[in-house]
C-alpha cells in the first residue's frame, strides 16, 4: 500500500502513540487526516503545527455515538471516501476487579471495544469507495495473554483482536485490509505512573505498526523474543504460565494500583 494522498481518520492522534502515527503518516505523504479526541486544544495545536495538512478536527468522546456518527458524516461530506480508519484512542483502569468503580468497567469498555466496532461500522461504506483501504487497530499485549488486575482492559483487547480478525475476513472481497497491533509499555502519558521502567518508545510502536499496516500483516506483536515465548507458552501451556505470575502475584498488584489514564 502506497501512504501517499490517502485519507486517514484516526482516534486519539493528538498524544503518545496516536500522534506518532499522525506524524508518520504526514512525513510519508499523508495530506488528508481526520481526528477524533476530547481535549479541543490538543487537535487544534497539531493542525496549526502542520500546516500542509487538509485536517477534519472533532473533538469528541469515542464513548458518545454521536462524535462518532458526526466523524463519519463530516468525512463523507468532504471527502467523499476514506482510504484508512486508526482505531487507537485507549484508556485503561486497573486493579482487582471488585476495587474498580462500576463507571470504570463501563467506559473502559465503551472507549476500548464499542466505540470500535461503532466507528468501523460507519467507516466501512467509506471504505468500500477507495481502491485500497487499510484499518489498523491498536489492541495490546494484554489482548493476548490475560494478566492479573488488568482483567477488564485486558478483555477489551482481547475483543479488538477477535474483532479484527473477523473483519478482516469479511472485508477481504473489498481490498479492505485489517492490521491489529498489540503494543507492550510504551512510553506515553498511559504509562506515567511507570516512568523509568524500560519501554517502547511511541515513535518506535507507531512507525512498526504503520509499517505493518502498509505491508498488509495480519498482527503487529511487539515486546520481543521474551515476549514470543510467553504468547507460545500462554496458548500450549497455560498452568505453566500461571505458576510464573504466581510468584510475582504482589509485585503485579502493587503496580496495577493507581494505574488509571482514563
Ligand atoms: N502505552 C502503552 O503502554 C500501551 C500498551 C499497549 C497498548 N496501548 C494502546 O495504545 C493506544 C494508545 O495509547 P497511548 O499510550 O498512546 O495513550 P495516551 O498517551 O494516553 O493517549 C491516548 C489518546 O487517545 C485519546 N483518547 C483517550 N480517551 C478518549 C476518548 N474517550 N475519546 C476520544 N479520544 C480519547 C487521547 O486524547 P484526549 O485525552 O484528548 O481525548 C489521546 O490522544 C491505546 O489504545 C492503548 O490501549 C498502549
Not at 497455560?238 to 503496580?255: F, G, H, R, S, T
Request: hydrophobic share 40%; glycine share 8%; net charge negative.
Amino acid at each position: 500500500m502506497q501512504l501517499k494522498g490517502k485519507k486517514v481518520l484516526i482516534t486519539g492522534g493528538t498524544r503518545g502513540i496516536g500522534k506518532c502515527m499522525v506524524q508518520e503518516l504526514i512525513s510519508q505523504g499523508v495530506t488528508h487526516i481526520a481526528i477524533i479526541a476530547r481535549d479541543k486544544k490538543c487537535i487544534k495545536d497539531i493542525s496549526e503545527e502542520n500546516e500542509e495538512v487538509e485536517f477534519i478536527r472533532v473533538a469528541g468522546d469515542v464513548g458518545n455515538i454521536d462524535v462518532l456518527r458526526e466523524a463519519a458524516a463530516r468525512i463523507e461530506d468532504k471527502w467523499g471516501g476514506l482510504d484508512i480508519l486508526i482505531n487507537n484512542a485507549g484508556v485503561v483502569s486497573a486493579g482487582p476487579l471488585e476495587d474498580l468503580p462500576d463507571e470504570e468497567i463501563y467506559d473502559q469498555v465503551a472507549v476500548n471495544y464499542t466505540a470500535v466496532l461503532l466507528l468501523t461500522k460507519y467507516c466501512v461504506p467509506l471504505l468500500k469507495s477507495s481502491e485500497e483501504a487499510a484499518i489498523l487497530n491498536i489492541s495490546s499485549g494484554m489482548g493476548l495473554i490475560g494478566m492479573p488486575f488488568y482483567a477488564v482492559y485486558g478483555s477489551t483487547k482481547a475483543a479488538i483482536r477477535q474483532f479484527s480478525d473477523a473483519m478482516r475476513r469479511e472485508l477481504a472481497p473489498f481490498n479492505i485490509s485489517v492490521t491489529c497491533a498489540f503494543p507492550t509499555a510504551t512510553a506515553t502519558d498511559m504509562m506515567q505512573k511507570f516512568e523509568g521502567m524500560e519501554m517502547d518508545s511511541p515513535e518506535f510502536v507507531a512507525k512498526r505498526a504503520i509499517e505493518g499496516m502498509v505491508n498488509k500483516e495480519l498482527h503487529v506483536i511487539f515486546g520481543g523474543e521474551q515476549r514470543e515465548k510467553e504468547n507460545v507458552l500462554n496458548f500450549e501451556n497455560p498452568e505453566k504460565l500461571d505458576a510464573e505470575i504466581a510468584k510475582v502475584y504482589e509485585q503485579k498488584k502493587e503496580a496495577s494500583l493507581d494505574h488509571k489514564a482514563m
